[in-house]
Nanobody, 125 residues
């Protein structure tokens, strides 16, 4: 059983920074991990993904240059460093893991089988 638990969300002023963490338990080795987010009344959207080895990353255009995804496989953790936050970054952020191991990064929500419960990020303008 795979479990993902996010932490690190909160309230921050525009221009500030937050670091989200996601702890993974269960089948956690050699899987692509990603962050998605969902604002009220909106669809859940892709934010960033990282390959199982950490050498390949992909970002949504809206966060490129401001957010950085990383992982520590020894600790079964994945992180999202968010800088220069904007009001439009306000959302619930979800950590996700792909269903199949040794596969590539993908921005498609349906390719991710395991999800955390989410952590709220609120950016005040």
């Amino acid at each position: 059983q795979v479990q993902l638990v996010e932490s690190g969300g909160g309230l921050v002023q525009a221009g500030g920074s937050l670091r989200l963490s996601c702890r993974v338990s269960g089948r956690a080795f050699q899987y692509v991990r990603a962050w998605f987010r969902q604002a009220p009344g909106e669809e859940r959207e892709f934010v960033a993904a990282i390959s199982w080895g950490g050498g390949s990353t992909v970002y949504a255009d809206s966060v490129k240059g401001r957010f950085t995804i990383s992982r520590d496989n020894a600790k079964n953790m994945v992180y999202l460093q968010m800088n220069s936050l904007k009001a439009e970054d306000t959302a619930v952020y979800y950590c996700a893991q792909r269903a199949l191991s040794l596969t590539g990064t993908t921005t498609t929500r349906g390719d991710y089988a395991y999800w955390g419960q989410g952590t709220q990020v609120t950016v005040s303008s």
